[in-house]
T-cell receptor, first 113, second 114 residues
């Protein structure tokens, strides 16, 4: 069974640009969550999607958005990038009705110059 | 502040020794989970303990949960160099709008020296 796949793994952008990150969950998992991880702040919850609907949202500005497609694949977008957006962005999928265990991808490392 | 807070922030031990990490939280929970993260990689689920459980084992891992003190500990016995990683606790509870959510601590960085 393939794990959670995130693309791209690494990317470099400049301030003001936008970026789109992709996440393919484990087959059969319909819930996808996104996290931002930085050394000082740890894991910060961005949002959670289930069946193409955002179920939960963290405390991030509107520049951070996401969506989920009918095949459960998810994307997140960050517009007007700032230096502080440099982070590891992690996607996790889970099986609803399961124990709540999250299965993480390897992350997308974003560097904003 | 974070619901889950691990201590110590960093721990360095010799191979073969035991490593103990603690996690404290603030509100009621459904369960508490521990994850491991190797440098720059994704997190891997280690163990989940439900709010009505007090202790759980998985291989060399032992997790305890004290809901009266709102704390949990993760013990890794007979540590190996491959255990070098960051360890995070995540509390599964209820957030605003009655939405279930996981809240993460900042992690404990464990270094196991050969």
């Amino acid at each position: 069974k393939a794990g959670v796949t995130q693309t791209p793994r690494y990317l470099i952008k400049t301030r003001g640009q936008q970026v789109t990150l992709s996440c393919s969950p484990i087959s059969g998992h319909r819930s996808v969550s996104w996290y931002q991880q930085t050394p000082g702040q740890g894991l910060q919850f961005l949002f959670e999607y289930f069946s193409e609907t955002q179920r939960n949202k963290g405390n991030f500005p509107g520049r951070f958005s996401g969506r989920q497609f009918s095949n459960s694949r998810s994307e997140m977008n960050v517009s007007t990038l700032e230096l502080g957006d440099s982070a590891l962005y992690l996607c996790a999928s889970t099986k609803l009705g399961g124990t709540g265990e999250l299965f993480f991808g390897e992350g997308s490392r974003l560097t904003v110059l | 502040s974070q619901q889950g807070e691990e201590d110590p922030q960093a721990l360095s031990i010799q191979e073969g020794e035991n490593a103990t990490m603690n996690c404290s939280y603030k509100t009621s929970i459904n369960n508490l989970q521990w994850y491991r993260q190797n440098s720059g990689r994704g997190l891997v689920h280690l163990i989940l303990i439900r709010s009505n459980e007090r202790e759980k084992h998985s291989g060399r891992l032992r997790v305890t949960l004290d809901t009266s003190k709102k704390s949990s500990s993760l013990l890794i016995t007979a540590s190996r160099a491959a255990d070098t990683a960051s360890y995070f606790c995540a509390t599964d509870g209820w957030g605003a709008g009655n939405n279930r959510k996981l809240i993460w601590g900042l992690g404990t960085s464990l270094a196991v020296n050969p």
